[in-house]
């Protein structure tokens, strides 16, 4: 027998993986040093110093009980989550509505493994959020990618047919959503929640995932109000967008408290360390001061679709801190001629569209500065400005 430790020519397929993970592709946003990064939907503008100095009291005094476990249920970090949820989301949520794990994709992992898993199915609306369907094969859950219409919103009719047919156990629906950054109507949630429940209805209906990731930079309000009377309903968020904290690590799920009762079965035990916890409540502290960068790029978002759209580009009307611009003939060749510029934007693989996250107010100019020069438009001429509705 060989020596495998040896073989440098060893890949992954050599190893007894798991066959449904065979030949697949990690999640890599390409993390390159150039001057100007609106390519991962992150807020460009680091915390303000009073934060930080907040952050330092708190993680130092956190950092004298290192000897101990953190607390395992978080429960002063969620009750400063219900709060600001209640504040922000015109809708009351209690410490017990509430969840927290490292990022929301550890929530939505959380999610799937309590209630998808082997032998049950998962359905999203492509494109969307692709940690979903990566999740949920991490989980061992099945993956049906549901239908969109040409303009990127939920085909109704199709979707209700997806749902009646695979009879999934958890439904995802992003809003806004991410890369197209359009808002689904609160309707549309709730005809998708009463299908899904229609669909299972002889167990106990299936979960309906609604990820909020991007709901502070949209026109419209949060569906927390939705959890009303439905307890198969999950509103997932996340400090990684609006609060500026990407790399904190904190993501969050507002349920009935059976949801919460019932993701305590998957948890690992202390799975959210007490620096996290101390920085997220510090984070929590200065909410105010977050938010008023929040409507800083709302007007930078709406200046970049406005002026994308004046150059020629097609845009989704967007309620996230990102747009989707095209259309081009070749995305990928139109998003490396962004780059020689110096500007990374995100290819999501949406044939003919490009992702730009809105930057501070130079970062965005530089951007349109670079797509002014572009060569590769369809049909290599900008077509003319197109409608679209908010
Ligand atoms: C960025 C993003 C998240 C955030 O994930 P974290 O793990 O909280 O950083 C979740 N959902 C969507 C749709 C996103 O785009």
Excluded at 3 to 17: E, R, S
Excluded at 101 to 126: D, K, M
């Amino acid at each position: 027998m060989n020596d495998v430790t040896q073989a440098n020519d060893l890949t992954i397929d050599d190893l007894p993986i798991r066959d449904e993970l065979r030949g697949k592709s990690p999640y890599g946003a390409p993390q390159l040093d150039v001057p100007v990064r609106l390519n991962t939907n992150e807020n460009p503008y680091p915390l303000p110093e009073p934060l930080v100095e907040r952050i330092t009291e708190r993680v130092r005094e956190a950092a004298r009980n290192l000897n101990r476990y953190p607390d395992r249920n978080a429960v002063e970090l969620r009750t400063e989550l219900a709060k600001y949820l209640t504040r922000t989301g015109k809708y009351p949520v209690g410490r017990e509505n509430v969840w927290a794990a490292n990022g929301s994709n550890e929530v939505i992992q959380q999610l799937l493994q309590t209630f998808g898993g082997p032998g049950r199915t998962a359905i999203g609306f492509e494109p969307s959020y692709s940690m979903h369907g990566l999740i949920a094969r991490g989980t061992g859950t099945g993956w049906i990618s549901g239908p969109r219409n040409d303009d990127f919103t939920i085909d109704l009719a199709a979707a209700e047919k997806a749902i009646a047919e695979h009879r999934p156990d958890v439904v995802f629906i992003t809003t806004p959503n991410n890369p197209t950054g359009n808002a689904v109507p609160p309707e549309t949630v709730l005809a998708l929640y009463e299908a899904a429940q229609a669909a299972k209805a002889e167990t106990a209906g299936a979960l309906v995932v609604v990820d909020e990731a991007y709901i502070e930079f949209s026109h419209g309000d949060s569906l927390l109000p939705l959890l009303e009377g439905r307890p198969n309903l999950v509103i997932s968020r996340t400090m990684s967008k609006a609060f500026g904290a990407a790399g904190l690590r904190l993501g969050y799920l507002a349920a009935h408290r059976a949801v919460v009762d019932a993701v305590q079965l998957v948890r690992l035990p202390y799975h959210l360390s007490a620096v996290t916890q101390a920085t997220a409540l510090a984070a929590l502290e200065h909410t105010d001061t977050l938010l008023k960068y929040v409507e800083q790029l709302k007007a930078e978002r709406d200046r970049l679709v406005a002026e994308l759209r004046a150059i020629g580009y097609e845009v989704t009307a967007s309620d996230a801190n990102f747009v989707q611009f095209g259309r081009f003939d070749d995305a990928h060749k139109a998003w490396q001629e962004i780059l020689d510029r110096g500007v990374l934007v995100r290819d999501n693989g949406v044939p003919g569209w490009l992702r730009v996250t809105a930057g501070t107010p130079e970062e965005n100019d530089a951007f349109l500065d670079a797509v002014r020069e572009l060569q590769c438009f369809v049909g290599d001429t900008p077509t003319p400005p197109k409608e679209q509705s908010a």
